[in-house]
């Protein structure tokens, strides 16, 4: 057996490990009774720290070393593949197994109690959760080290590459304008408040309509599915099983479908990547704002177009009779509507940054030490006011609203907008393909999405997230095609 062969052998039985815990993390979002939530966070801790041991042991060190040394300095793919899996097991050694499995205990115990304080709009119950995952954060930032804040080493986790320093400066640039494009947005649909006609939009309907457009869309079912949940999101349960879950509102079935689209967006790049090579960074996804990019460019900029709606309106009409009464150019009225809104999940495209801003600043501020947990609601709906010009009425509505820090998830917001930046470029690049300008004016999709799989999806984590971009688009990342997306939909 070859070094490389051995290494991959290693691999896939973390990758076991790793993706039955996923299982039963997806279990724990949609089935799992409610008294059981003690043994489950005990199986995960479990499963987390075995995997961490596989993925740490001094076997896969030699492992991973012999196959640095063999592999074909030609070879850019696997390369790209094995650097990748040396700076994963850096970080991963620097973690001892104890910490992995408090980690994840202390995460499963904290989404128990973000749930029940979301449910009675008391921030007290989470806050003793917050505070311990707070300062396990900060623990292993020390742990990995950092260049210039802790708040680095978290970012890094998500978006590798990424510092505190680089989003600050995109997001100090950013601000200025999308509040000037989310005003203008706003009193545009104030101008002309066209509404959905009346529900009710029965689920079973709008489970089917789901269905036929994420199919357009290319999700194969065949290695997927879609479930129910309070909180949408997608998940890996092995190389052929992705699960989507979406959740229903009966009075407008938009809502539920852009979640799928954007879910769905989420699960077309993990059935992208590579089967053969699960496990592997060159069969992962390479970070949480190239996800991103890839759901908000199926939500919005496919979803809310109006090539999209000329083909799926009639289809829609006949699942929902009522959409007789509202004509094209109304119904995108209804899709492109504004307003500044408490709940980030259901915030329109305009003034979705915003939300992202907000809690990038407030984290960042947690983990520097210049905010208390006690003194986060407070603070939160102060820089809500100044945002969105209006106050959360309750913690539900402010500060309890996510889940990601119940999930020790301290870094990841910043990847919502940094998802955005790069989806506006992927599309604006992919559109210029003849066959993919072409399938897109029919609202035919399969030009695009083998667009991204060359372009994105097969790469896996083998370059970094800023060289996909480059390599994809022909230009550094900028919010500059963004930005203009915004202005041509929100302000012409």
Same mark, same amino acid.
């Not at 496990?279 to 996800?291: K, Q, R």
């Given at each position: ?46 499963? +987390? ?23 074909? +300095? ?303 609601? +407070? ?114």
């Amino acid at each position: 057996m070859s070094a490389i062969e051995n290494l991959k052998k290693l691999t896939t039985e973390a990758a076991i490990v790793s993706s039955s815990a996923s299982t039963l993390g997806w279990d724990q979002e949609t089935y799992l009774p409610e008294g059981a939530h003690a043994w489950r966070a005990r199986q995960l801790a479990w499963l +987390s720290g075995r995997c961490h041991e596989l993925s740490t042991s001094k076997e896969f060190g030699g492992a991973l070393k012999s196959a640095l040394d063999e592999v074909d +300095s030609s070879d850019e793919r696997s390369v790209g593949n094995l650097r990748e899996m040396q700076r994963r097991f850096d970080r991963a050694t620097k973690l001892p197994a104890s910490l992995v499995e408090r980690d994840s205990e202390l995460s499963s115990h904290a989404k128990h109690a973000w749930s029940e304080a979301r449910k009675k709009s008391d921030f007290s119950i989470f806050a003793p959760h917050l505070e311990a995952l707070l300062e396990l954060s900060r623990e292993k930032a020390e742990l990995w080290g950092y260049e210039n804040e802790s708040y680095d080493a978290l970012i890094e986790t998500y978006e590798r590459g990424a510092t505190t320093a680089s989003v600050s400066k995109v997001f100090d640039e950013l601000g200025p304008e999308l509040r000037t494009i989310a005003a203008a947005a706003v009193e545009r649909t104030k101008a002309n408040p066209v509404k959905l006609p009346s529900g009710p939009y029965p689920v079973e309907q709008q489970t089917a309509f789901n269905e036929k457009v994420a199919r357009s869309f290319g999700f194969d079912f065949n290695r997927g599915r879609i479930d129910t949940t309070a909180h949408p999101f997608c998940t890996t349960l092995g190389p052929s099983d992705i699960r989507l879950t979406t959740r229903y509102d009966e009075s407008d079935f938009t809502s539920s479908l852009l979640g799928v689209m954007h879910e769905a967006g989420h699960g077309l790049y993990e059935q992208g990547l590579r089967q053969e090579d699960f496990g592997l960074p060159a069969g992962d996804s390479v970070s949480l704002g190239i996800h991103e990019s890839q759901s908000r460019l199926w939500e919005n900029h496919v979803g809310r177009s109006r090539q999209f709606w000329e083909h799926w309106l009639p289809v829609a009409t006949d699942h929902f009779p009522q959409l007789k009464e509202i004509d094209i150019d109304d119904f995108l009225a209804v899709i492109h509507r504004a307003e500044f809104s408490f709940i980030r999940v259901e915030a329109d495209e305009a003034t979705y940054d915003l939300h992202i801003l907000l809690r990038f600043n407030l984290e960042h501020r947690l983990m520097r030490g210049d905010l208390t947990v006690s003194d986060l609601p +407070s603070a939160w709906n102060e820089a809500f006011e100044q945002s969105f010009g209006m106050t959360p009425p309750d913690d539900a509505h402010g500060c309890l609203q996510d889940i990601h820090w119940s999930m020790g998830g301290l870094g990841y917001f910043p990847t919502y907008t940094l998802g955005n930046l790069s989806g506006a470029q992927f599309f604006n690049a992919a559109m210029e393909d003849d066959a993919v300008r072409s399938g897109f004016a029919k609202a035919e999709y399969g030009p695009l999405l083998n667009w991204l799989g060359r372009n994105v999806h097969d790469l896996g984590a083998t370059l970094d997230p800023s060289d996909i971009v480059r390599r994809a688009t022909g230009n550094e990342p900028s919010a500059g095609a963004h930005l203009e997306h915004l202005r041509l939909r929100y302000t012409k």
